[in-house]
């Protein structure tokens, strides 16, 4: 199960997101974060999760899609790839 998270704030190191993520989906155990490339104007990342169920990684998706955090509005998108 992956998450797309875009619209990072320039900076914020993979701890940080697996911190928002743990408080919105305990459940969801963080296997990996990569980095997409861009022109650093929008970072994102692709977060794997192992654990919790496609039902849980949905409701985090719908939580995250649109929430203001650290002065940028993320955009999300989940895949099962």
């Known amino acids: 199960m992956h ?3 875009g619209n990072i704030a320039p900076g914020t190191n993979d ?7 743990k408080k919105y989906a305990p459940g969801l155990e963080c296997r990996s974060i990569q980095r997409v490339e861009g ?8 977060m794997e999760f192992s654990g919790g169920g496609t039902i849980e990684l949905e ?8 929430m203001y955090w650290k002065g940028r509005a993320l955009v999300c998108s989940t895949t099962m790839f």
Do not use: F, Q, Y
């Not at 701890?15 to 993520?21: A, D, F, P, R, Y």
């Not at 409701?59 to 649109?66: A, C, D, I, M, P």
């Open 3 to 5: 998450l797309w998270i």
């Open 15 to 21: 701890e940080e997101i697996k911190e928002l993520v």
């Open 39 to 46: 022109d650093s104007s929008r970072p994102a990342a692709i």
């Open 59 to 66: 409701k985090l998706h719908l939580r995250l899609n649109g």
